[in-house]
């Protein structure tokens, strides 16, 4: 089993920053990807980026490129989504998932172990 705790989330302004981070315990594996997701009410869960654990390969979802940066710090276990430029439309629960294999994915379903989530509203 992989637990993961999202945390950094809140309540912003829109063009403000947050940096989000999710730390990951139990089960170690040799490949791996992190990613984050992000839902709003009423829509359905949405791929907003991805790092490749053992490559350090980055995907971004169209909609984030350019403001968003993902991280990630072996030695913590620990992922990060810093979000510059904050817009209204970047409001939802944003999660936190781990896909054990080979090669990055971007399909929430194919993602093996989830986050509780993490809120993020944006005011305008």
């Known amino acids: 089993q992989v637990q993961l705790v999202e945390s950094g989330g809140g309540l912003v302004q829109a063009g403000d920053s947050l940096r989000l981070s999710c730390a990951a315990s139990?089960?170690?594996?040799?490949?791996?990807?992190m990613g984050w997701f992000r839902q709003a009410p009423g829509k359905e869960r949405e791929f907003v980026a991805a790092?490749?654990?053992?490559?350090?390969?980055?995907y971004y979802a169209d909609s984030v490129k350019g403001r968003f940066t993902i991280s990630g710090d072996n030695g913590k276990n620990t992922v990060y989504l810093q979000m510059n430029s904050l817009k209204p439309e970047d409001t939802a629960v944003y999660y936190c998932?781990?896909?054990?294999?080979?090669?990055?994915?971007?399909?929430?379903?194919?993602?093996?172990?989830w986050g509780q989530g993490t809120q993020v509203t944006v005011s305008s």
């Open positions: 998932a781990v896909y054990i294999g080979i090669g990055v994915r971007t399909t929430a379903r194919t993602y093996d172990y």
């Open positions: 790092i490749s654990w053992t490559g350090g390969s980055k």
């Open positions: 139990g089960r170690t594996f040799s490949t791996y990807t």
